[in-house]
């Protein structure tokens, strides 16, 4: 039998992208292995640290070290995160962490963890690491199916958008067996190398397969066939985190809502306001955000529509000059319109919220399905077109706006009558059927017994790994 590690003698050490949508989840799985009472070690630029640490719960088991990013010509320097860099700068930033190495090898010698958890992208974590006789693990932030579909080692042969069409040999027989020529279009960005660099595809292949173990962000009961294809593709088990649903608010978050949310939602009745949001870093093209809007105008339903540019764009501009003229004017009444950031936790947590039409990024999803709001799914990128299908299709927990297989197009009639499926016609299919697979899967993430055991699983895991 293995020996077994106690909990405080395993050290952690946690090293996300450099992304807020990737750093995220690493500080949700360090907040519930440091409850756990691990010690864990959290890497992150400075400029980040102000924000990790208003959501790292800093107990004696958890630190924040800040790392120097190396300087890459063609990169600003003092922008620590993707929030505030074009996507050109993106990709410089990468390389920029390549040259971290020495740096990396100097911490790993100081700090001396068991393990390593850390951010595909960074795929000569395990060679420096395993000098050092550390184990690694690469998480996946990413849904079961999206890594299953797209990351797969046959993938490698894949160079045209006609090969994504189809899933790969040996995939899952779920809802799940091609998809669009749009979607596919946009998935050919993994495979494309920037600066002479290794592409997202070579990264995560590289880095999954020459680390210790694999971590993913779900769970069987949800993604259960996905997972066993990943463990079968890369010959090594697939450690779980769990969905990492957020701690709850207290009154579902509604207390922590500004008083400018609070009263403008007070004006509605119960489950009547559709609130859409895409997040920092998913953005709409202009004929999006019209025919968004014209959709939204047409529910006749109160809504708040949150839109957000790339770095560099004055945001304020471009709504007067992306939404349809007179559009502001017209929903006045029942509609607000808001760029920046939101809070979202609360806003879904309020009763009079009744409809949450969203890009389908996976922590979005958890926390949509966590409360009482049908889903609406709009994919605008990458691994949310996978995200929908598992939704709307696997789980049926949403209804997917309908869309124009070559380019994606949508129209505001599309918008409008999905908004209406999961709102107004809820006596019919799809609607009905949505409702009742949304409030099992609601019980099944807000069972903590449930959750907890997750990370128990895992903890446990890691402790017969040490040694």
Not at 158 to 183: C, H, Q, Y
Not at 427 to 433: F, T, V, W
Request: charge should be negative; hydrophobic fraction near 40%.
């Amino acid at each position: 039998m293995a020996a077994i590690a106690p909990e405080s003698e395993v050290h952690i050490v946690m090293f996300p992208w450099l992304a807020f949508g990737h750093i995220s989840p690493f500080v949700q799985l360090a907040n519930k292995l440091s409850s756990h009472g691990l010690k864990i070690s959290f890497l992150s630029a400075p400029g980040n640290i102000t924000r990790i640490q208003s959501s790292l719960l800093l107990t004696p088991s958890a630190q924040i070290i800040p790392i120097s990013i190396p300087p890459v010509d063609g990169l600003p320097p003092n922008l620590d995160s993707t929030a505030q860099m074009t996507p050109l700068m993106a990709e410089l930033l990468k390389k920029a962490l390549d040259l971290m190495q020495p740096q990396m090898n100097s911490l790993l010698i100081q700090l001396k963890p068991h393990f390593v958890i850390f951010d595909p992208l960074v795929n000569w974590v395990p060679k420096i690491a395993s000098q050092l006789g550390i184990k690694t693990i690469a998480f996946s932030v990413f849904s079961a199916i999206s890594f299953a579909y797209v990351m797969v080692p046959f993938r490698s042969q894949t160079a045209k958008s006609d090969d994504l069409l189809k899933s790969p040999p040996g995939f899952p027989s779920t809802s799940v067996t091609s998809i669009n020529r749009f979607e596919a279009q946009d998935l050919l960005y993994v495979y494309k190398k920037f600066y002479e660099g290794p592409s997202v595809y070579q990264r995560t292949v590289e880095a999954m397969s020459s680390s210790n173990a694999l971590i993913i962000k779900t769970c069987n009961e949800m993604e259960g066939a996905y997972l066993n294809f990943i463990g079968n593709q890369f010959g090594k088990k697939v450690l779980l985190t769990g969905p990492l649903v957020p701690d709850p608010e207290p009154d579902s978050g509604v207390n922590i809502l500004d008083e400018k949310w609070r009263k403008w939602l007070s004006q509605f009745s119960s489950k009547t306001v559709t609130f859409c949001s895409f997040g920092s870093e998913t953005f709409l093209k202009d004929e999006q955000i019209k025919e968004l809007a014209l959709g939204l105008e047409a529910t006749s339903l109160p809504f708040i529509l949150v839109l957000n540019f790339p770095a560099g764009i004055e945001a304020e501009e471009e709504l007067k000059r992306t939404l349809p003229e007179g559009f502001i004017e017209r929903v006045k009444e029942r509609g607000m319109v808001h760029t920046g950031w939101v809070q979202q936790k609360g806003i879904l947590g309020h009763e009079n919220v009744g409809c949450f039409l969203c890009h389908a990024g996976f922590s979005s999803l958890i926390e949509g399905i966590m409360n009482d709001c049908q889903i609406v799914l709009l994919p605008l990128k990458g691994d949310q077109f996978l995200n929908s299908r598992l939704i709307g299709g696997d789980l049926k927990v949403g209804v997917e706006v309908n869309r124009r297989d070559e380019d994606g197009y949508f129209g505001k009639l599309d918008v409008e009558e999905a908004v209406r499926k999961v709102t107004m016609d809820v006596e019919k299919e799809p609607g009905k059927s949505v409702r009742m697979n949304h409030e099992k899967w609601r019980e099944f993430l807000l069972n903590s017994d449930i959750q907890d055991k997750f990370i128990t699983d895992l903890v446990e895991d890691l402790k017969t790994r040490v040694y």
